[in-house]
């Protein structure tokens, strides 16, 4: 498979760009102590790119594939929204499992920092293999890394991933076209539930190849009595035109 810059699917199903780099180095070249203080701040922080524009076009080009997905999901059909989704089968994609695998130790300081602050227990281990085999053990089993699509009018509803007891509390989407031109609409939606206050919302556009890391479940926030937990949902404002494709990078297994 040749994309129109000259992306090529490598051995072992790796996606590599005209200059041979794999999504590894992305991860590696962000700063991600400017990520954790934002994501302390907002819930949520955007990353520099992780993936070239001819990563995405060949990651995205995956889709009609079927046989590489465990389960497909019809966003009406279950009334998420509108749209559809795909979860990833065993083996997973190269760059998809390098992605996964080099965040995973980027966001754990981040992760036991939080749990620390909320006095609860912080279970994941030193590395993305020691976490899974957890799942596993605890029967989470099934691959949750996911490809999303939105046509016109499509549009995710708020929500959370949680796929059984094992939480991993910080998830990353990347996005795989390129907004303005592929697509309008479709921001990245973030809503918190603020403590005896209004909700706070925050919406995201995500330029191609660009992550962006947020809260699974909740996140920490300062009260009078030290910190408390500001639970926070996810979802997709309506597409307006075009398609709009992102990789979603869950670090928990479903059950």
């Known amino acids: 498979m040749t994309g129109a810059a000259g992306a090529r699917l490598g051995e072992g199903g790796g996606v590599a760009g ?5 999504p590894r180095a992305g991860v590696e070249a962000a700063d991600w102590d400017a990520i954790g203080s934002e994501l302390d701040a907002h819930g949520c922080a955007q990353t520099p790119p992780l993936l070239t524009p001819a990563q995405c076009r060949e990651i995205a080009a995956l889709y009609p594939e079927v046989s590489r997905f465990r389960s497909t999901v019809d966003m009406a059909r279950h009334r998420y929204g ?4 795909r979860y990833f089968d065993h083996p997973l994609p190269e760059p998809v499992r390098e992605l996964r695998a080099a965040c ?3 966001l754990l300081p981040i992760a ?8 609860r227990p912080a279970p994941w281990p030193d590395t993305l293999e020691e976490w899974l085999a957890l799942c596993h053990r605890a029967g989470q089993t099934r691959p949750t890394p996911l490809l999303l699509r939105y046509g016109a009018n499509d549009w995710n509803a708020l929500h959370q991933d949680l796929y059984g007891d094992l939480v991993f509390p910080l998830q990353v989407v990347i996005g795989l076209d390129e907004p303005g031109i592929d697509y ?8 918190e539930q603020r403590f005896r206050a209004q909700s706070r919302g925050t919406a995201r556009v995500l330029a191609q190849g660009q992550g962006l890391v947020f809260t699974t479940r909740d996140r920490p926030v300062r009260s009078a009595r030290g910190w408390s937990a500001a639970p926070v949902r996810h979802g997709v404002s309506t597409v307006r035109s075009g398609t709009r494709h992102t990789l979603g990078l869950v670090f928990h297994d479903a059950a």
């Open 18 to 22: 005209a200059d041979g780099a794999l």
């Open 104 to 106: 995973y130790p980027r």
């Open 112 to 119: 036991r920092t939080w749990a620390r602050r909320l006095g």
């Open 82 to 85: 509108s749209g559809q989704y």
């Open 184 to 191: 309008t609409g479709g921001e990245f939606l973030l809503v």
